[in-house]
């Protein structure tokens, strides 16, 4: 059974930082691009950041461009997010998911998220 | 930006009845267009990818149509587990999401 686990997730004050991690199992973890997407409270969803399967090319909606980084550890079977200068704004549940082996496949499936609240 | 817009922001609805909800591109995205469904405090779970196609497991009563700008996620005969969001998604040009459309019962 594929599936994704968040974690990380907690309350952090505005301008602090927070790596969120992703554990990938039930699928070959290596061959997949991944994506991380967030959801603010009672809002829709907004897609973050994407990588390769090797990690070697990564992308970011322009609202966190310059402030999260994505990577990942195929060995682990682990996606991560540092997300670093967080704002008020950042505060979202965050999905991790894949689109398999290309980035321009649909996100199937999703991890059950983690929330991350930035606030004072 | 590609801008997906949903209607209606809330349906309404019964169990058996039809469900007929609606997302339009503000640029062509060609069949590049998905559904999800989000139930509380759950992941969203694909429905129909490439506008007309059910993912796997999901029911028949799920049917997609449309290309372009203009889709359809329809929903023939509404069961109890039916009632959620609904969230239109594209990848022509990067990825974005519809607002969403709730559908309740009525």
């Known amino acids: 059974e594929v599936q994704l686990v968040e974690s990380g997730g907690g309350l952090v004050q505005p301008g602090g930082s927070l790596r969120l991690s992703c554990a990938a199992s039930g699928f070959t973890f290596s061959s997949y691009w991944m994506h991380w997407v967030r959801q603010a409270p009672g809002k829709g969803l907004v897609w973050v950041s994407r990588?390769?399967?090797?990690?070697?090319?990564?992308s970011y909606a322009d609202s966190v461009k310059g402030r999260f980084t994505i990577s990942r550890d195929n060995a682990k079977n682990t996606l991560y997010l540092q997300m670093n200068s967080l704002r008020a704004e950042d505060t979202a549940v965050y999905y991790c998911?894949?689109?398999?082996?290309?980035?321009?496949?649909?996100?199937?499936?999703w991890g059950q998220g983690t929330l991350v609240t930035v606030s004072s | 930006e590609n801008v997906l817009t949903q209607s209606p922001a809330t349906l309404s609805l019964s169990p058996g009845e039809r469900a007929t909800l609606s997302c339009r591109a503000s640029q062509s995205v060609s069949s590049y267009l998905a559904w999800y469904q989000q139930k509380p405090g759950q992941a969203p779970r694909l429905l129909i990818y490439d506008a007309s196609n059910r993912a796997t497991g999901i029911p028949a009563r799920f049917s997609g149509s449309g290309s372009g700008t203009d889709f359809t996620l329809t929903i023939s005969s509404l069961e109890p587990e039916d009632f959620a969001v609904y969230y239109c998604q594209q990848r022509s040009n990067w990825y974005t999401f519809g607002q969403g459309t709730k559908l309740e019962i009525k």
């Open positions: 998911a894949t689109s398999s082996s290309s980035p321009y496949n649909w996100f199937d499936p």
């Open positions: 990588i390769n399967s090797d990690g070697s090319s990564t």
